[in-house]
């Protein structure tokens, strides 16, 4: 690794964040931030076969795991966030239901 800089104190390699490919998911925030992320995603992508109920799935699930599993560390996201993230999930696939029954007899 070249140092651009003379003051080499500057370029402490603790201070270095890791890889993307060697990041880990280890709070619940984490984990709950994710969850809301899918959640949004399944209701702006409920017209896509499938993929609102799936991302929808996958944030109820994600958000339920971050709330009670005993693998993660830190305290439980605030109850406003974990709600948010089922909720856009719930939403998510009520709506990609609706439009794959609607969708689905016409395909």
């Keep these: 690794m070249t140092v ?4 080499f104190d500057a370029h402490d390699m603790d201070d270095v964040p890791p ?8 709070t619940r925030a ?6 809301v992320m899918f959640g949004a995603l399944s209701i702006v992508s409920f017209w896509a076969a499938g993929l609102g109920v799936v991302a929808g799935l996958i944030a ?4 339920l795991w971050a709330d009670r599993s ?4 830190g305290a439980r996201a605030e109850r406003s966030d974990t709600a948010l993230a089922i909720g856009t ?3 998510g696939v009520l709506i990609g239901l609706g439009f794959l ?3 689905l007899p016409h395909w």
């Design 4 to 7: 651009t800089s003379p003051d």
């Design 19 to 26: 890889r993307w490919w060697n990041r880990h998911i280890r």
């Design 89 to 91: 999930g719930a939403v």
């Design 30 to 35: 984490q984990v709950t931030e994710i969850a």
């Design 101 to 103: 029954s609607m969708v």
């Design 70 to 73: 005993p693998d993660l560390s």
């Design 60 to 63: 109820i699930v994600s958000a």
